[in-house]
């Protein structure tokens, strides 16, 4: 499409909370607390805080 056709395409964006961001936090909340349990057992058997760089990788990244 042209700018000199005279006709322009509005998009207009939806703003809110969708039942989509309600299912994908739950979703990333029980993936984290997954890891971070794992983390904590984990750490029982090897000290350190490398355990929890898997859950920290995960928030980061959905937070993105």
């Known amino acids: 499409m042209h700018a ?3 006709e ?3 998009i207009k964006v939806k ?3 969708s039942p989509l961001h309600i299912i994908l936090t739950a ?3 029980g ?4 890891l971070v349990l794992y983390a ?4 029982t058997i090897v000290p350190g805080v490398a355990a929890l ?3 920290t990788a995960f ?3 959905f937070g993105l």
Not at 31 to 34: D, E, L, M
Not at 40 to 43: D, F, G, L, R
Request: hydrophobic share 45%; charged share 15%; no cysteine.
């Open 8 to 10: 322009e395409k509005v």
């Open 4 to 6: 000199s056709s005279g």
């Open 15 to 17: 703003r809110g909370i």
């Open 40 to 43: 904590a057992i984990s750490t």
């Open 31 to 34: 993936i984290i607390a997954i």
């Open 53 to 55: 760089y898997p859950a």
């Open 59 to 61: 928030e980061v990244s």
């Open 27 to 29: 979703v990333n909340a």
